[in-house]
C-alpha cells in the first residue's frame, strides 16, 4: 500500500494487484450528517443523489450510459461520518472511470429543476425506510440515545427538512465540506500509477485546502426507552449500551465477544433464542463505532406476545457471558472472524474501501498481516475484559417499534 498526499493535504492511497484484470475506486468525502444542523439535516445524502444528475460536460443520461459502455459499476452512500461514491472496471477503463467520478464530484450542475426531482425520490426512499421497521427502530434507537447530538440524526434527513432543502442550501453544504483536507481517495486492482495519479492531480489538485478538517463534537450516551405503535406481524427490539469509538484499540477483542455474543449461527444468541426456545427467527448482536462514541446491542424480531420471556432471556444470556468465555467458542469465533477477513479483502472493492474509510476516520490503515497478528496475540481473557467493559447494566436503553408494553414494562431492572 502506499500513501500519497497531495500538496492541498487531498490523499490517494494506492494498493497494486498485479494478477488482477480489474481496478476498484473510491472517493471518500468526509461529510456526513454528524456534521448537520438545522436546517441542513439530510444535505449529505441529498448531495450524493445529486452527484449524479448531471454535471457541466455530462448529462445524467450520459454518466449512466459511458458507465455502461466500459462495463463498469457506479454507486455511492452516505452515512454518519462521510460519502463515498465507487466505482469499478476493468484494467483499461479505470482512466475513465476518474474522470467520470472527477467531473461528478468537482462540476455537478446542482440545478433547481433537478433538486425538485430529486427531492421526490427522497421523500419516497424515507417513505420505504419507514416501512422497514427493524430500521425505524434503530433510528429511533439514535434518537433516544444522542438526543442533543447530530449523530442521533437520520442520514436520510427528516420530511421537513428535505422539502425545504435548495440548490443554494446544497452548494453550500458542498463548498464547506466537499475539501481536499476531508478527502480520501483509493484504488485497489491492477492499474496504471503514472496515468491514474496525472488525472487525479489534474482534476483535484487546484483546489484549495480550507483548513476545515474532520471534527469530533462530543456525544453523551442517554439511557432510557423509546417506543413506537406500528401495525405489523412482529415486535422489533433493541437493547442497547455504550460502545467502542473508531479507532479504539480493544475493537479487536470487542469484535471477537460481539461475534461470540450474537455474530453467527453458533452464538450464544442465537443458539439460546433461535434453536432452544424458538422465540425470534432474527436474533443478533451488533456495534456501532462513530467518531464521537459507539453503540452496542442486541436486537430481535419476536411475536408480541413474546416480548418479556425474549428481554428476559436476552438479559440472561449477556449476565451469564460477564462471567467468562470457553477456549473452544473464543478458538471457533477467531478463526470464524480470521477468515471473514481475509476473504472479503480478496476483492478490490471491498479492499479499497477498507484502505479509504480508515485512512479517512483514523488517519492510517491497518493491512490484514497486521490485523491477523492482533487476533493471533489475543486471549479469552482479554476478550472477557471487553465483554465486561462494554456491558454496561447502569446505561441501558430500548427501542421497540410494533405492539410496544407500557413503558415501564422495559425497565431493566425488571430483568436484572
Same mark, same amino acid.
Request: with cysteine; aromatic share 8%.
Given at each position: 500500500?502506499?500513501?500519497?498526499?497531495?500538496?492541498?493535504?487531498?490523499?490517494?492511497?494506492?494498493?497494486?494487484?498485479?494478477?488482477?484484470?480489474?481496478?476498484?475506486?473510491?472517493?471518500?468525502?468526509?461529510?456526513?450528517?454528524?456534521?448537520?444542523?438545522?436546517?441542513?439535516?439530510?444535505?449529505?445524502?441529498?448531495?450524493?443523489?445529486?452527484?449524479?444528475?448531471?454535471?457541466?460536460?455530462?448529462?445524467?443520461?450520459?454518466?449512466?450510459?459511458?458507465?455502461?459502455?466500459?462495463?463498469?459499476?457506479?454507486?455511492?452512500?452516505?452515512?454518519?461520518?462521510?460519502?463515498?461514491?465507487?466505482?469499478?472496471?476493468?484494467?483499461?477503463?479505470?482512466?475513465?472511470?476518474?474522470?467520470?467520478?472527477?467531473?461528478?464530484?468537482?462540476?455537478?450542475?446542482?440545478?433547481?429543476?433537478?433538486?425538485?426531482?430529486?427531492?421526490?425520490?427522497?421523500?419516497?426512499?424515507?417513505?420505504?425506510?419507514?416501512?422497514?421497521?427493524?430500521?425505524?427502530?434503530?433510528?429511533? %434507537?439514535? @434518537?433516544?440515545?444522542?438526543?442533543? /447530538?447530530?449523530? +442521533?440524526?437520520?442520514?436520510? &434527513?427528516?420530511?421537513?427538512? =428535505?422539502?425545504?432543502?435548495?440548490?443554494?442550501?446544497?452548494?453550500?453544504?458542498?463548498?464547506?465540506?466537499?475539501?481536499?483536507?476531508?478527502?480520501v481517495i483509493s484504488v485497489c486492482g491492477k492499474f496504471q500509477k503514472e496515468t491514474l495519479l496525472e488525472i487525479l492531480e489534474r482534476q483535484f489538485g487546484g483546489l484549495h485546502n480550507t483548513k476545515n478538517p474532520i471534527s469530533v463534537r462530543p456525544a453523551v450516551f442517554?439511557?432510557?426507552?423509546?417506543?413506537?405503535?406500528?401495525?405489523?406481524?412482529?415486535?422489533?427490539?433493541?437493547?442497547?449500551?455504550?460502545?467502542?469509538?473508531?479507532?479504539?484499540?480493544?475493537?479487536?477483542?470487542?469484535?471477537?465477544?460481539?461475534?461470540?455474543?450474537?455474530?453467527?449461527?453458533?452464538?450464544?444468541?442465537?443458539?439460546?433464542?433461535?434453536?432452544? %426456545?424458538? @422465540?425470534?427467527?432474527?436474533?443478533? /448482536?451488533?456495534? +456501532?463505532?462513530?467518531?464521537? &462514541?459507539?453503540?452496542?446491542? =442486541?436486537?430481535?424480531?419476536?411475536?408480541?406476545?413474546?416480548?418479556?420471556?425474549?428481554?428476559?432471556?436476552?438479559?440472561?444470556?449477556?449476565?451469564?457471558?460477564?462471567?467468562?468465555?470457553?477456549?473452544?467458542?473464543?478458538?471457533?469465533?477467531?478463526?470464524?472472524?480470521?477468515?471473514?477477513?481475509?476473504?472479503?479483502?480478496?476483492?478490490?472493492?471491498?479492499?479499497?474501501?477498507?484502505?479509504?474509510?480508515?485512512?479517512?476516520?483514523?488517519?492510517?490503515?491497518?493491512?490484514?498481516?497486521?490485523?491477523?497478528?492482533?487476533?493471533?496475540?489475543?486471549?479469552?481473557?482479554?476478550?472477557?475484559?471487553?465483554?465486561?467493559?462494554?456491558?454496561?447494566?447502569?446505561?441501558?436503553?430500548?427501542?421497540?417499534?410494533?405492539?410496544?408494553?407500557?413503558?415501564?414494562?422495559?425497565?431493566?431492572?425488571?430483568?436484572?
Amino acid at each position: 500500500m502506499e500513501l500519497i498526499r497531495f500538496e492541498n493535504g487531498l490523499r490517494v492511497v494506492l494498493d497494486e494487484m498485479p494478477r488482477s484484470k480489474s481496478a476498484a475506486i473510491c472517493v471518500y468525502i468526509g461529510c456526513g450528517s454528524h456534521d448537520e444542523e438545522k436546517p441542513c439535516f439530510g444535505a449529505s445524502h441529498f448531495i450524493e443523489h445529486m452527484l449524479f444528475k448531471g454535471t457541466e460536460t455530462r448529462s445524467a443520461a450520459e454518466i449512466s450510459e459511458q458507465m455502461d459502455e466500459i462495463g463498469g459499476n457506479l454507486n455511492a452512500y452516505t452515512t454518519k461520518e462521510f460519502t463515498c461514491v465507487y466505482s469499478q472496471t476493468l484494467e483499461e477503463h479505470l482512466p475513465i472511470a476518474a474522470e467520470i467520478l472527477s467531473d461528478m464530484l468537482l462540476r455537478s450542475k446542482m440545478t433547481p429543476q433537478d433538486v425538485e426531482t430529486e427531492r421526490s425520490v427522497i421523500l419516497e426512499e424515507i417513505g420505504m425506510y419507514e416501512d422497514s421497521f427493524e430500521e425505524l427502530c434503530m433510528d429511533r %434507537l439514535y @434518537l433516544k440515545i444522542y438526543p442533543d /447530538s447530530a449523530l +442521533g440524526g437520520n442520514i436520510l &434527513g427528516t420530511r421537513e427538512s =428535505v422539502r425545504q432543502m435548495t440548490a443554494d442550501r446544497l452548494r453550500a453544504h458542498m463548498a464547506k465540506y466537499y475539501v481536499p483536507e476531508r478527502t480520501v481517495i483509493s484504488v485497489c486492482g491492477k492499474f496504471q500509477k503514472e496515468t491514474l495519479l496525472e488525472i487525479l492531480e489534474r482534476q483535484f489538485g487546484g483546489l484549495h485546502n480550507t483548513k476545515n478538517p474532520i471534527s469530533v463534537r462530543p456525544a453523551v450516551f442517554s439511557p432510557g426507552v423509546t417506543t413506537e405503535k406500528k401495525t405489523s406481524e412482529q415486535t422489533h427490539l433493541i437493547i442497547a449500551m455504550p460502545g467502542l469509538k473508531i479507532g479504539a484499540p480493544e475493537r479487536f477483542a470487542h469484535a471477537i465477544f460481539s461475534t461470540i455474543l450474537g455474530g453467527t449461527s453458533s452464538s450464544r444468541l442465537y443458539q439460546r433464542i433461535r434453536e432452544e %426456545l424458538g @422465540l425470534a427467527y432474527s436474533i443478533y /448482536s451488533f456495534s +456501532g463505532a462513530h467518531l464521537e &462514541g459507539g453503540v452496542f446491542g =442486541v436486537g430481535a424480531a419476536v411475536a408480541h406476545g413474546a416480548q418479556r420471556q425474549t428481554v428476559n432471556e436476552i438479559f440472561s444470556v449477556l449476565k451469564d457471558i460477564k462471567n467468562g468465555i470457553s477456549e473452544k467458542e473464543f478458538l471457533r469465533t477467531r478463526e470464524q472472524f480470521k477468515a471473514s477477513l481475509v476473504m472479503g479483502l480478496e476483492q478490490n472493492g471491498s479492499r479499497a474501501s477498507a484502505m479509504g474509510r480508515s485512512i479517512l476516520l483514523e488517519g492510517e490503515y491497518l493491512d490484514e498481516e497486521t490485523i491477523l497478528e492482533k487476533l493471533d496475540g489475543l486471549t479469552p481473557q482479554e476478550v472477557s475484559r471487553a465483554a465486561n467493559k462494554i456491558l454496561d447494566f447502569d446505561r441501558i436503553a430500548l427501542s421497540v417499534v410494533g405492539r410496544p408494553e407500557k413503558q415501564e414494562f422495559y425497565n431493566p431492572g425488571n430483568y436484572l
